[in-house]
């Protein structure tokens, strides 16, 4: 008996020891780790240098490391461990709240939540002015802009977070900027859609527990609020009302938190949908023809081009660009529109030739507050043209230097001497660090201020512009523009980016000795119209 009960505990220690490398050995090799939504280290060939040599015993334990045999079955065990005994994620990017509620972490979720996300005056001025941009040049082609945002799952439903978390709850980023728009920008397109979903969840459930989104019942919310604010721009826009919905019952069989944690065992999750009486809009999505050549991600592909629907007679043309959240309004927004194009890949940048092209009554972005910071990314064409736009009907100009006006606005110099010259100002540089300090009238009410400044340079350089502001009066390395330019002339058109920018500024024409021309330098208040 102690002999078999030995024979028994070596052959356990043997296949411990060596199916795992057998089966490692025997199967091929997986790119993506589907459950952990990342690509997984690939074989290291190692060249016959000293530098691979060193590196590849290293690069070898992270490729078997992420290959080995029944790897996968361990990672499960781990996980169900962890969630059904310890009621505890395994993995930072889940977290385990109140009556198995699951929250996903990542892209910063927690941390906004937290408050630890960054939102100073200057940061929120840049999202305000994209959004600003985006509607006037929108509103130019006759478009116009919507943006509604989906909060955070932990944003609606934070008395189901661990105490720990809720009690530490600070100011997110959609917080503040929703505040400073209010306070600071005409932008009548936003859309923050936390309220209405807390209200709705009193009746019912509005996101799912198991997952990162809503589900029909808060699309359904969701719906409902962009629809209102697009019936005040167009009256005629069509409202699902809700006799034409019936209710079916739904189970949700595999949610996105359920992958990352690999237990399928915990996704299913019984729901309900909404599903349309009689629809108007087919079933059957149309692929949308781009003819132009789009530069980021999957998009160029067949598969992933936007797609269209729509109820034919109904008025209003749109398009919507969004994430995984606005899939979930389709059989909505098919019923209103009597054409939609969907798009999920291409964003507003790229999508300028078929906006000109389609020539939509207006545009729709929904996102979850997550994505946020990805969809304020500005577009360079829109932002030129814009502050092209209103340089030219500029009348508010606070400052004109050039080789007749505007020296009284001189102050302080370093290694550099000023006089005026046939074309302009000639700005001799002695040394490396040339810069002339400026004094104008900066008061503007929180409008923006634009820069214009046309220099013909010795070599090529950089220069720089440093700003002061009420928080901020010294001239910093963090508070300061800075342009490469080439040899001979170069123009530029910027904008201050602080909205309370201080009466100074430091203009450094560039890094290396030599004879500038200041052709002009102005600085003058940007007006915006309504769109």
Known sequence: MKQTGHLCILLFFLAFIYIPPVLWLS???????????????????????RASLSAFPKAFEEYYKDHFGLRHQFIVLNNALHFNILKKSPLPLVTVGQDDWLFY??????PDFLGQTKKNEE???????VLEDREEWLADQGIRYLLAVAPNKMMVYPEKLPARIERARGRTQLDAFREYLEKRSRFTGFIDLREPLHRAKDQSQVYYRTDTHWNPDGALVGYGVIMKRVREWFPEARLLPEHALARAKDIRTQSDISIMLNLKSIA????????????????????????????????????????????????????????SFGQFLHPFLNESFGRIIYSDYVDLRELKPLLIRENPDLIIELRVARHLPGVMQPDPEVERTIMDKHYNRAGD??????????HDALGRTNELSIRPEEGGLLLQATGSDPFVEL???????????LVRVSLISPAETLMQLFYATPD???????NKISKSIARGENNFLFRLPHPRTASRIRFDPGAVPGRYLLKSLEIIREERTEP
């Open 27 to 49: 199967r091929q090799d997986e790119e993506v780790s589907q459950a952990e939504k990342r690509k997984l280290a690939r074989l290291p060939v190692p060249k016959f240098t």
């Open 105 to 110: 972490n990542g892209e910063s979720v927690l």
């Open 123 to 129: 940061f929120l001025e840049e999202w305000k002015r």
């Open 268 to 323: 299913p999750e019984e729901s309900s949908k909404w599903v349309v009486r009689a629809p108007c809009a087919p079933r059957e999505y149309g692929k949308v023809d781009m003819a132009f050549q789009v530069k980021s991600g999957p998009a160029g592909s067949f598969a992933y081009r936007p797609e269209t629907n729509g109820c034919p007679g109904a008025p209003l043309t749109a398009v919507m660009t969004q994430d």
């Open 397 to 406: 100009r606070r400052l004109r230097l050039d080789a007749r006006s505007g």
């Open 439 to 449: 004094t104008f009238d900066a008061e503007t009410g929180g409008d923006p201020l």
């Open 472 to 478: 901020s009066p010294q001239f910093t390395e963090e």
